[in-house]
């Protein structure tokens, strides 16, 4: 993701996030699983500087109201607690916070693989000076009787949960099922999956779906080997893309590229 200008009402708290989110399908001899994992930038403007922070999530999207267990799951995070709906448990990490001016350009990844009766799961990002890749959090979910376990794109069904199998990179709310409206954005996005070779999605969607935080007023148009986001109210139709995409976000599912940057 690249932004170039950004601003948040005073209303909003001036805070957003940007999201990458994606489904990790886990089959066992017992069943199979849906786990939801999220790479997010938590950030704020302050001046001409933005303030911002890394931070993963791990979800439950088996059953309705699933939870995880911190015998199971260990990484640098800790298993927090929440009561929106209902009642559940989810894995959290933040880093530390980070200043930087605008413009600034963000590069997510999440790579899975699997060792053993474990899933490994890393979330991290790409310097965008340097281009090293920084795995800030390694996740190691145990699961007996592991059979396979991979990141899952299908628009013929839904979790346990109910909820879509799609991946998102979305602008929204800063956490919490939060709402926000933005004074301006000018930022592009682009998304790529990697399992042996680069490809782009099949088809796109202007908005994310199972995300429980918001962009009030964004619209989002292709072009220019990805997708340029502003403030407006643009009409939600599906997306097409017309040139290759740009190397803006990498979704990596194969250890064997963990260092490619381009």
């Known amino acids: 993701a690249d932004i170039y200008n950004y601003s948040v009402p ?3 708290n001036y805070s957003s996030s940007l999201q990458l989110n994606t489904i990790l399908q886990v089959n066992s001899i017992y069943g199979s699983q849906q786990l939801w994992l999220q ?3 938590q950030m704020e403007r302050l001046g001409n500087a933005l303030t911002f922070r890394y931070l993963d999530n791990i979800w439950n999207f088996t059953v309705v109201y699933g939870n995880v267990s911190s015998t199971l799951i260990k ?6 607690f929440v009561d929106h709906w209902a009642p559940q448990t ?5 880093t530390r916070y980070y200043t930087s001016p605008l413009p600034i350009q963000f590069i997510l990844i999440i790579n899975v693989s699997t060792e053993g009766n474990a899933v490994i799961v890393r979330f991290g990002y790409i310097n965008a000076t340097t281009y090293q ?7 190691t979910i145990t699961v007996p009787g592991l059979e396979s376990a991979y990141l899952l794109v299908d628009g013929y069904n839904v979790t346990g949960y109910g909820l879509a199998y799609d991946t998102e990179l979305v602008f929204a709310g800063m956490c919490c099922w939060e709402k926000t409206g933005f004074n301006y954005l000018n930022a592009t996005l682009s998304l790529l999956y990697y399992n042996g070779s680069y490809f782009v999605p099949k088809a796109v969607l ?3 779906i199972d995300t429980g935080e ?3 007023d964004l619209e989002t148009v292709s072009g220019d080997g990805g997708y340029a986001i502003s403030v407006g109210y643009g009409i939600n139709v599906p997306l ?10 990498l979704l990596y599912t194969s250890d064997a590229a963990d260092e490619r940057s381009s």
Do not use: H, I
Not at 90 to 94: A, I, M
Not at 133 to 139: E, G, I, R
Not at 240 to 249: A, K, W, Y
């Open 90 to 94: 989810f894995y959290y990490y933040p």
């Open 214 to 216: 918001q962009a009030l």
């Open 39 to 41: 790479d997010v930038v």
């Open 133 to 139: 890749t920084v795995w800030y959090d390694n996740v």
């Open 240 to 249: 097409t893309l017309t040139q290759p995409l740009s190397l803006s976000c």
């Open 75 to 80: 990484g640098n995070g800790q298993v927090g």
């Open 206 to 208: 202007p908005f994310g």
């Open 10 to 12: 005073a209303y909003f």
